[in-house]
């Protein structure tokens, strides 16, 4: 239906041109040039995804009747799983701190590096969208030799001889001299303002982008820490567990050859130490592989060793009001900061295409010397002003406008989408916090109850009252106790770091962390 009212208004346009003898002047005209109307610069349909990775935390339940109930871990994807390695690479083990892992992240880490390049190529179109509202000036010098055959043109003359002179048709060779500075400047163009002010506000969307691409890295890194670090601490418990198994089966032997007990029991104490043995050597494998993927995190040398300085801890402290805590996230999280600037940016696009209505004048001109040659010029000049009023465009501008305001209404619901996503973040965050809290004070008392009982099953085995099947028993729920404590302690740091993220200042919360260590 539009497409028709669009034809019969072109069709009564035709008409009233010919009736005007419009034909006649643009023929008139047809050596002259305007400058071509502005066009409103098209806006990517979605703003969100401007990160080329993704870091995420996950907290799941633990299947089984023990006393730990949640798991926690780290996913990271895409750019923010490598690293640009730094030129400066010394060897030896480097003992890592969190703020130094994370300091080096942020310094090496490929997102914030995409991140970074994304926003200089956004500046760069803001340089460019300005340009065309900014006076353009250049300067020409040329030396010019020509020789024209007329015969080529269809020029034929015939003089009679009696007059004593002809036409030649052959021109020249002539030449003359040329240098000249010409400048061009817009006055007015409502679309290539808008255009530049819409840049302005999606590179301020890239810079924060970038910004949010920095939270994401602690978030990586500073997960990833705290995994490494937890599994060394289940490596250091399961050595004193695989110590534990040889001393019982010491004890078993010796009281095997004293005839005060079953061969059965040195059976199964020397199963239980080849079973701790080999449960180490699985965790000891998980532990390099751990540090191989935080130094590809961080741009070190995938080889080096590292050691990680700081112990998993937990601060007793209550926790933040949830609506509080929204309300901060609100207004800091960069991402959705970014969105906000994405949906001004599109306001303004819509603007720019409703003005491709308006007129836009310009002015333009040259100065300059022209002459035979260097030596004998004559100076020249022009100046030249337009106004450009846009009368039929064929639809053009409509569909510009419908295009800018699909874009607008898209940003709009993504950025409320997003402030949604905010509060989830946050709330999930919170519950994970408190999960784990509740989880940490479950796992100490659970492990100085399995301690106390592999302290009573070890002294009634030496006292001959009991087999060793009390005590691996005892001591298989030491091992289970102390991987619950380590599981509930990086949990809660985690939920902490996650909350960190999720009011967007986790990079702000790390360096306090770091200023207070060092007073």
Same mark, same amino acid.
């Given at each position: 239906?539009?497409?028709?009212?669009?034809?019969?208004?072109?069709?009564?346009?035709?008409?009233?041109?010919?009736?005007?003898?419009?034909?006649?002047?643009?023929?008139?005209?047809?050596?002259?040039?305007?400058?071509?109307?502005?066009?409103?610069?098209?806006?990517?349909? #979605?703003?969100?995804?401007?990160? #080329?990775?993704?870091?995420?935390?996950?907290?799941?339940?633990?299947?089984?009747?023990?006393?730990?109930?949640? @798991?926690? #871990?780290?996913?990271?994807?895409?750019?923010?799983?490598?690293?640009?390695?730094?030129?400066?690479?010394?060897?030896?083990?480097?003992?890592?701190?969190?703020?130094?892992?994370?300091?080096?992240?942020?310094?090496?880490?490929?997102?914030?590096?995409?991140?970074?390049?994304?926003?200089?190529?956004?500046?760069?179109?803001?340089?460019?969208?300005?340009?065309?509202?900014?006076?353009?000036?250049?300067?020409?010098?040329?030396?010019?030799?020509?020789?024209?055959?007329?015969?080529?043109?269809?020029?034929?003359? &015939?003089?009679?001889?009696?007059?004593?002179?002809? /036409?030649?048709?052959?021109?020249?060779?002539?030449?003359?001299?040329?240098?000249?500075?010409?400048?061009?400047?817009?006055?007015?163009?409502?679309?290539?303002?808008?255009?530049?002010?819409?840049?302005?506000?999606?590179?301020?969307?890239?810079?924060?982008?970038?910004?949010?691409?920095?939270?994401?890295? !602690?978030?990586?890194?500073?997960?990833?820490?705290?995994?490494?670090?937890?599994?060394?601490? $289940?490596?250091?418990?399961?050595?004193?567990?695989?110590?534990?198994?040889?001393?019982?089966?010491?004890?078993?032997?010796?009281?095997?050859?004293?005839?005060? @007990?079953?061969?059965?029991?040195?059976? $199964?104490?020397?199963?239980?130490?080849?079973?701790?043995?080999?449960?180490?050597?699985?965790?000891?494998?998980?532990?390099?592989?751990?540090? /191989?993927?935080?130094?590809?995190?961080?741009?070190?040398?995938?080889?080096?060793?590292?050691?990680?300085?700081?112990?998993?801890?937990?601060?007793?402290?209550?926790?933040?009001?949830?609506?509080?805590?929204?309300?901060?996230?609100?207004?800091?999280?960069?991402?959705?900061?970014?969105?906000?600037? #994405?949906?001004?940016?599109?306001?303004?696009?819509?603007?720019?295409?409703?003005?491709?209505?308006?007129?836009?004048?310009?002015?333009?001109?040259?100065?300059?010397?022209?002459?035979?040659?260097?030596?004998?010029? &004559?100076?020249?000049?022009?100046?030249?002003?337009?106004?450009?009023?846009?009368?039929?465009?064929?639809?053009? !501008?409509?569909?510009?406008?419908?295009?800018?305001?699909?874009?607008?209404?898209?940003?709009?619901?993504?950025?409320?989408?997003?402030?949604?996503?905010?509060?989830?973040? !946050?709330?999930? *965050?919170? /519950?994970?916090?408190?999960?784990?809290?509740?989880?940490?004070?479950?796992?100490?008392?659970?492990?100085?109850?399995?301690?106390?009982?592999?302290?009573?099953?070890?002294?009634?085995?030496?006292?001959?009252? *009991?087999?060793?099947?009390?005590? !691996?028993?005892?001591?298989?729920?030491?091992?289970?106790?102390?991987?619950?404590?380590?599981?509930?302690?990086?949990?809660?740091?985690?939920?902490?770091?996650?909350?960190?993220?999720?009011?967007?200042?986790?990079?702000?919360?790390?360096?306090?962390?770091?200023?207070?260590? &060092?007073?």
């Amino acid at each position: 239906m539009y497409e028709l009212r669009l034809m019969r208004r072109a069709a009564v346009f035709s008409f009233v041109l010919l009736s005007c003898g419009g034909l006649r002047a643009l023929a008139q005209t047809a050596g002259s040039s305007a400058a071509p109307s502005s066009r409103a610069t098209p806006l990517p349909m #979605s703003a969100e995804s401007g990160q #080329s990775g993704a870091v995420s935390t996950q907290q799941t339940p633990v299947a089984g009747s023990g006393p730990a109930t949640i @798991n926690s #871990s780290i996913q990271v994807g895409g750019d923010f799983a490598g690293s640009v390695p730094g030129k400066d690479q010394s060897t030896g083990p480097l003992t890592l701190t969190l703020a130094g892992a994370v300091k080096l992240g942020l310094q090496a880490n490929l997102g914030p590096i995409t991140a970074d390049n994304a926003s200089r190529a956004a500046r760069a179109e803001r340089i460019e969208a300005l340009s065309n509202l900014l006076p353009n000036i250049w300067a020409n010098a040329s030396e010019t030799i020509s020789q024209v055959s007329l015969a080529a043109y269809g020029f034929q003359f &015939h003089v009679p001889a009696s007059l004593g002179f002809s /036409i030649p048709s052959v021109v020249g060779p002539f030449e003359y001299s040329s240098l000249q500075g010409s400048l061009s400047q817009t006055i007015y163009d409502g679309v290539a303002r808008r255009n530049w002010r819409a840049t302005q506000e999606t590179e301020k969307a890239s810079q924060l982008s970038a910004k949010d691409a920095r939270e994401l890295v !602690v978030l990586a890194v500073g997960g990833s820490y705290l995994q490494t670090v937890a599994t060394a601490a $289940r490596v250091g418990s399961q050595r004193a567990q695989v110590a534990n198994a040889e001393a019982i089966n010491r004890q078993a032997q010796v009281r095997k050859e004293a005839g005060t @007990n079953a061969r059965i029991d040195v059976t $199964r104490s020397a199963v239980e130490l080849q079973t701790e043995q080999q449960r180490l050597s699985t965790l000891e494998a998980e532990l390099r592989k751990e540090k /191989i993927a935080l130094a590809r995190l961080i741009g070190l040398p995938q080889d080096r060793e590292l050691i990680l300085a700081e112990p998993l801890a937990v601060q007793a402290g209550s926790l933040p009001d949830a609506n509080q805590t929204i309300q901060v996230a609100w207004q800091r999280r960069a991402d959705l900061k970014a969105l906000e600037a #994405s949906v001004r940016a599109a306001e303004i696009a819509v603007s720019a295409a409703r003005a491709e209505y308006l007129p836009s004048a310009s002015v333009s001109g040259n100065y300059g010397v022209i002459g035979p040659n260097p030596s004998t010029t &004559h100076g020249v000049f022009s100046v030249t002003g337009s106004v450009n009023v846009p009368i039929w465009q064929g639809g053009r !501008v409509k569909g510009d406008i419908l295009q800018a305001e699909a874009t607008l209404d898209q940003r709009r619901a993504e950025l409320a989408n997003e402030r949604g996503k905010v509060e989830q973040d !946050v709330r999930t *965050a919170l /519950i994970e916090m408190e999960a784990a809290q509740g989880q940490v004070r479950l796992a100490e008392s659970s492990r100085d109850l399995a301690n106390e009982t592999l302290a009573q099953a070890r002294d009634r085995f030496g006292a001959g009252v *009991a087999t060793t099947l009390e005590v !691996v028993q005892a001591q298989q729920q030491v091992a289970s106790a102390e991987s619950d404590s380590i599981s509930s302690l990086f949990s809660y740091q985690l939920a902490k770091l996650s909350l960190a993220r999720a009011m967007g200042e986790a990079e702000e919360s790390l360096t306090n962390q770091q200023s207070e260590g &060092h007073k």
